[in-house]
């Protein structure tokens, strides 16, 4: 039952509001009592919430509002989904306990899926490592005010790296009260809480959320099967209190959670947002000591191995391009294309991206060119750089769908090096192509029903909180031409 308490000894909102999932009528929203961010055993008990949805900023027009329980088993967070609204409209919402009341956020119904729309504004973000920069990208993502942010993973990092400039409140991320710790510490930044209170989210997780390179049936070094087993739970059920997805997405018994899903709006844009972390394969080629080098050069070939696991392979082939949107957007966690580093004068390729699952990849991509839909586009995230081209099987052959890989809200980069050898390795693939991993920042997306502008928006310098974004160049793909135009 609820506690009934009146009144909290410090403001719970501390973490902010956010919201999620949009459909044509409704959406998640979320937020968590946290009057103590960084201790999770403060408040006992289920505590009620009251939630309000406004037509008008000032409150004035309520359009529906209710209860929900925070519960004590979930870090005290609520996640709320509301129906019953009108398609693509905007609507305000807040919340309140006792004598709280939280942030006003601002969401978005989608459009009826099939109706007329012609066009979106969206910004991808991915690779915010809290501890090495500031979030300055999240302001002007704020200050864009896009209708809907997609995240493509490394929401938060398990561990600071090294010179941090924001101290973490645990030395690492691993177990249920310091993966909360380490969200939490991520929602106090004011930008990210602007961004989130601006517009509806969609997410999808990569590797850090849990542990670098983690992947289904191996067991990193440090922990027996069972301490990961139950670290691996911890991280899922810490990301789920602090995201807003709905109810549907909490951990199972077993600790798995479902979070791949489609999101269309109107007969413009179907995004199929896909896992590529829990059910990969493990990296091929361990060494002596059980684990696989970064960068590797052997055989990866087999048919068995798989970056998405067959139950979400068979429901992308099922549901691709179903909706007939003019844009399909396959939105999940890396780089489609191959790049392919010189080691001692011998060619390795990453052991942790697609290059690493060939048979997987090549069928994403027979799938992908079956079915022959214009304003297809892959986007990823996790290299720490923007890159964007057309999409191949091999250098000679036309490009049949497009990439945009959308670079880091603060996670290095590798600069100078990393930016000529990669840069060299593109232009060798013979097509338009653009590449930056020496700055920081987040796409901002127009989409139109035969463009989509890409606009590449750059942070100059992560380490001063107050650095505001500017324009680094602006991406064109065109509908009917698959690369940069």
């Given at each position: 039952?609820?506690?009934?308490?009146?009144?909290?000894?410090?403001?719970?909102?501390?973490?902010?509001?956010?919201?999620?999932?949009?459909?044509?009528?409704?959406?998640?929203?979320?937020?968590?009592?946290?009057?103590?961010?960084?201790?999770?055993?403060?408040?006992?008990?289920?505590?009620?919430?009251?939630?309000?949805?406004?037509?008008?900023?000032?409150?004035?027009?309520?359009?529906?509002?209710?209860?929900?329980?925070?519960?004590?088993?979930?870090?005290?967070?609520?996640?709320?989904?509301?129906?019953?609204?009108?398609?693509?409209?905007?609507?305000?919402?807040?919340?309140?306990?006792?004598?709280?009341?939280?942030?006003?956020?601002?969401?978005?119904?989608?459009?009826?899926?099939?109706?007329p729309l012609d066009q979106l504004r969206f910004a991808v973000a991915s690779c915010q490592s809290?501890?090495?920069?500031?979030?300055?990208?999240?302001?002007?993502?704020?200050?864009?005010?896009?209708?809907?942010?997609?995240?493509?993973?490394?929401?938060?990092?398990?561990?600071?790296?090294?010179?941090?400039?924001?101290?973490?409140?645990?030395?690492?991320?691993?177990?249920?009260?310091?993966?909360?710790?380490y969200h939490a510490a991520a929602k106090t930044d004011p930008h990210l809480q602007a961004a989130?209170?601006?517009?509806?989210?969609?997410?999808?997780?990569?590797?850090?959320?849990?542990?670098?390179?983690?992947?289904?049936?191996?067991?990193?070094?440090?922990?027996?099967?069972?301490?990961?087993?139950?670290?691996?739970?911890?991280?899922?059920?810490?990301?789920?209190?602090?995201?807003?997805?709905?109810?549907?997405?909490?951990?199972?018994?077993?600790?798995?959670?479902?979070?791949?899903?489609?999101?269309?709006?109107?007969?413009?844009?179907?995004?199929?947002?896909?896992?590529?972390?829990?059910?990969?394969?493990?990296?091929?080629?361990?060494?002596?000591?059980?684990?696989?080098?970064?960068?590797?050069?052997?055989?990866?070939?087999?048919?068995?191995?798989?970056?998405?696991?067959?139950?979400?392979?068979?429901?992308?082939?099922?549901?691709?391009?179903?909706?007939?949107?003019?844009?399909?957007?396959?939105?999940?966690?890396?780089?489609?294309?191959?790049?392919?580093?010189?080691?001692?004068?011998?060619?390795?390729?990453?052991?942790?991206?697609?290059?690493?699952?060939?048979?997987?990849?090549?069928?994403?991509?027979?799938?992908?060119?079956?079915?022959?839909?214009?304003?297809?586009?892959?986007?990823?995230?996790?290299?720490?750089?923007?890159?964007?081209?057309?999409?191949?099987?091999?250098?000679?052959?036309?490009?049949?769908?497009?990439?945009?890989?959308?670079?880091?809200?603060?996670s290095g980069g590798g600069g100078d090096a990393r930016h000529a050898a990669e840069s060299a390795?593109?232009?060798?693939?013979?097509?338009?192509?653009?590449?930056?991993?020496?700055?920081?920042?987040?796409?901002?997306?127009?989409?139109?029903?035969?463009?989509?502008?890409?606009?590449?928006?750059?942070?100059?310098?992560?380490?001063?909180?107050?650095?505001?974004?500017?324009?680094?160049?602006?991406?064109?793909?065109?509908?009917?031409?698959?690369?940069?135009?």
């Open positions: 039952m609820p506690s009934g308490r009146a009144c909290f000894d410090a403001y719970p909102f501390t973490l902010g509001v956010a919201s999620g999932d949009p459909l044509a009528d409704g959406f998640v929203l979320w937020t968590r009592l946290a009057p103590a961010p960084f201790e999770d055993d403060v408040l006992q008990g289920d505590i009620a919430v009251g939630w309000e949805v406004s037509e008008t900023e000032d409150f004035s027009r309520i359009a529906a509002s209710g209860r929900a329980l925070a519960r004590s088993a979930f870090a005290h967070s609520v996640h709320v989904e509301v129906g019953g609204l009108r398609p693509s409209r905007d609507y305000f919402y807040r919340f309140h306990t006792g004598d709280a009341v939280s942030p006003t956020g601002r969401t978005r119904t989608s459009p009826v899926i099939g109706s809290y501890s090495v920069g500031y979030y300055g990208a999240y302001r002007d993502m704020a200050e864009q005010a896009p209708d809907l942010i997609l995240h493509v993973g490394d929401y938060i990092y398990e561990t600071p790296w090294t010179m941090p400039v924001r101290r973490m409140p645990a030395p690492e991320a691993n177990n249920l009260k310091s993966y909360r710790a989130h209170a601006v517009a509806p989210w969609l997410v999808i997780w990569d590797d850090h959320e849990v542990v670098n390179d983690y992947r289904d049936g191996h067991t990193p070094e440090g922990h027996t099967a069972t301490s990961w087993a139950a670290r691996r739970c911890a991280a899922y059920q810490a990301y789920y209190e602090h995201m807003p997805i709905r109810r549907r997405s909490r951990p199972a018994h077993d600790g798995s959670m479902q979070l791949y899903q489609r999101a269309v709006f109107g007969d413009l844009a179907q995004f199929d947002l896909l896992d590529t972390r829990q059910y990969r394969s493990d990296h091929p080629c361990r060494g002596p000591d059980g684990e696989t080098p970064s960068w590797v050069t052997c055989d990866a070939s087999d048919p068995a191995r798989t970056m998405l696991g067959q139950t979400q392979e068979t429901w992308l082939g099922r549901g691709f391009g179903v909706s007939g949107a003019a844009w399909n957007f396959i939105t999940q966690t890396t780089q489609m294309t191959s790049y392919l580093r010189t080691i001692e004068g011998a060619p390795h390729y990453s052991s942790d991206r697609w290059t690493a699952y060939p048979a997987a990849r090549a069928r994403l991509f027979d799938l992908v060119k079956s079915r022959g839909l214009p304003g297809t586009v892959f986007l990823g995230g996790d290299i720490h750089a923007f890159y964007a081209s057309g999409l191949s099987d091999a250098a000679s052959s036309e490009p049949f769908a497009s990439e945009l890989v959308v670079g880091a809200i603060s390795f593109y232009q060798s693939l013979a097509q338009p192509f653009f590449f930056e991993n020496r700055r920081n920042g987040y796409l901002l997306c127009d989409l139109s029903r035969q463009c989509l502008d890409a606009n590449v928006r750059i942070v100059d310098n992560v380490l001063d909180p107050d650095a505001m974004a500017r324009s680094e160049q602006v991406l064109r793909l065109s509908r009917d031409r698959p690369g940069i135009t």
